[in-house]
């Protein structure tokens, strides 16, 4: 998203964060970001440096990838490298699902939250048979009422079975990632959610990407060993 005037170079970019939250990291002159880390710190993250080392290309040792702030004609170059760049590479793309919601959302549109009898190559099984988990018809409830896994099997469960399952799942395992009673596939859900994060009021595609809400801290550190690199310029030339 580029725009003009006051500021030519100026283009934004959505990123998940390791729990899923999406976050916008914008490079102009002062490049920001909206994760809290950013917003405590005022300082680079772990977000814009993926943008610039991934989507921009720069390099490691590119003292671009960790200011603080850029000359004019600093953004001007990372500018024109996006440009000369074809496309990034596809492991740095969040899944096509997780896209097209996003776009959806960004969009104003509202997410369909009915679930489609053929979803990611997996065909949805006939609602004659019945549920896995209480054995009862599953024909006789309403299509509202009804899931089925849509990674592997397509086997149909009943919505209250499947929460109850959920919350049995998390208990034994200690965090919210739920397998199909079925097939014990991981579970891909076919919509956005914002409850787990909604408190930290971003929009949450964690489930969709398969994700843990549970956050790595294990890979933190308080101080960059990137500091040296940080100039602090505003205004340009």
Known sequence: DVGEGSLPYHWQFAMLGSTGNVYNVVLSETPTCTC???QRRQDCCKHMIFVLLRAVGLSMDDPLAYQKAYLTSEVRDLYNRVEQRQVASSSAWANSQVRSQYAKLSNGDTV???EPEKEGGVKRRSLEEDCPICLESLSSCPKNQVTYCKT?????FHIACMQQWKRA???ARGNQITTCPNCRAVE???SPQ???NHAEGYVN????????????TSTY?????YSSYRRRRTGGY
Not at 205 to 216: F, W
Not at 221 to 225: C, I
């Open 112 to 114: 369909e939250e009915e």
């Open 221 to 225: 550190h308080q101080y960059s060993p």
């Open 205 to 216: 595609m964690g489930r969709l990407q398969g994700q843990s809400p549970d956050r790595d």
């Open 152 to 156: 592997t099997c397509g086997m149909n």
């Open 36 to 38: 809290p880390d950013f």
């Open 194 to 196: 914002r409850d787990s």
């Open 169 to 171: 799942s998390a208990g």
């Open 188 to 190: 891909a859900p076919s």
